[in-house]
């Protein structure tokens, strides 16, 4: 597939979430609009609640009743991997065997598996069930799941929720590292502040009882300086005011 070279166009004019039981009918996004450019990581953050996880479903067309156009340009189908809060590996298959799965029969991208493998420490896990690995090592299979796919688009809903602070952290640098060796278009949800500046080129911050962006800032950590936590919180700072 030919490099992306169009950028991500997004225009939720309005997302409801309609009545139900004794809920009312609820206006969850308004005017959202922003554009994606081609290898950018793009976090998106806000309260817990405010529709982040909701505004990346409907980018990847898991919620089409919505308001708007999300345009990708150019022709043709896009390549898309979508790394969930909850690993989702299949506890019947083994590690290789859940990531081989994300590709069709046949497929060459088969023989970047191994490499993967070793890459997020899983090597010798490949013929391990998921039942029989920890948390952390079940969110390494879903990233080499998700990189082994090529995507031009790597959606991610707070992948590194719930985990204690070192697994966290440990996961951040390898997607850093993954994402620097292998270049895709990434939008990310988290409401982790630090985490957000860590990974980001950019942060959209969501606000408002209706949720629509209340800041577009860009991050300039190099890559090197992501794995750096001083100069995170150095960042954070000068972003957030906190850090």
């Known amino acids: 597939m030919a490099p992306l070279t169009h950028p991500l166009r997004v225009n939720v004019k309005e997302k409801l979430f309609p009545a139900v039981g004794q809920r009312s009918e609820m206006l969850v996004l308004k005017d959202i609009a922003f554009q994606v450019e081609p290898g950018s990581f793009v976090v998106i953050t806000g309260p817990s609640g405010c ?11 898991l919620d089409k009743d919505y308001e708007g156009t999300i345009d990708f340009g150019g022709n ?3 390549r898309f991997a979508y790394v969930f809060q909850a690993p989702r590996l299949l506890p019947w298959r083994t590690v290789y065997e859940n990531i081989a799965l994300a590709l069709p029969k046949g497929d060459p991208r088969l023989a970047n598996i191994p490499e993967l493998l070793e890459r997020v420490g899983l090597k010798e896990a490949a013929t391990a069930y998921p039942e ?8 390494r299979a879903a990233l080499a799941r998700a990189f082994v796919l090529e995507p031009e688009f790597l959606l991610m809903d707070e992948p590194f929720v719930s985990l204690d602070d070192p697994t966290a952290q440990g996961l951040r640098e390898l997607l850093v590292e993954l994402w620097s060796r292998r270049p895709t278009t990434v939008l990310f949800v988290t409401h982790d502040r630090s985490e957000a ?12 009882a209706s949720a629509s962006i209340v800041e577009d800032i ?3 950590l190099s ?3 992501r794995t750096d936590r001083d100069k995170v919180h150095a960042e954070q700072k000068r ?3 906190d850090g």
């Open 197 to 208: 500046v860590m990974l980001g080129t950019r942060i959209l911050r969501l606000g408002g």
């Open 218 to 220: 860009p991050v300039t």
């Open 239 to 241: 972003i957030f005011g």
């Open 76 to 78: 043709g189908e896009r």
């Open 223 to 225: 890559i090197a300086d």
């Open 51 to 61: 529709g982040k996880s909701t505004l990346l479903n409907i980018i990847a067309g």
């Open 132 to 139: 029989m690995i920890s948390l952390g090592m079940q969110r």
